[in-house]
């Protein structure tokens, strides 16, 4: 089965930077769509950053200006580049991709920012 593996979390003061990384551990056909969501707990997941195949994307308001949602298709891979980070922002991230097949959820992993 086709699994995605996020990495890059971690703790970090507020204003610092994290890069996570999402990668396929094959390939999932033509894909549609990725994104990002972040989850804390006993909260709903909400969707962080998009981007789609013609590479049109889409931030939650809370996260604009602040983090870049990329991809490589080359090696599977989808990052997300969080700047400034805040307090807000601690949660556990997970990758989703959507191709032509269906749709992909990684484990995820977590950033915790503390002040």
């Known amino acids: 089965q086709v699994q995605l593996v996020e990495s890059g979390g971690g703790l970090v003061q507020t204003g610092g930077s994290l890069r996570l990384s999402c990668t396929a551990s094959?390939?999932?056909?033509?894909?549609?769509?990725m994104g990002w969501y972040r989850q804390d707990p006993g909260k709903e997941r909400i969707l962080v950053a998009r981007?789609?195949?013609?590479?049109?994307?889409d931030y939650a308001d809370s996260v604009k200006g602040r983090f870049t949602i990329s991809r490589d298709d080359a090696e599977n891979t989808m990052y997300l580049q969080m700047n400034n980070l805040k307090l807000e922002d601690t949660a556990l991230y997970y990758c989703?991709?959507?191709?032509?097949?269906?749709?992909?959820w990684g484990q995820g992993t977590q950033v915790t920012v503390s002040s």
């Open positions: 981007i789609t195949s013609t590479d049109h994307t």
């Open positions: 989703n991709t959507v191709s032509v097949f269906g749709m992909y």
């Open positions: 094959e390939s999932i056909g033509r894909v549609l769509a």
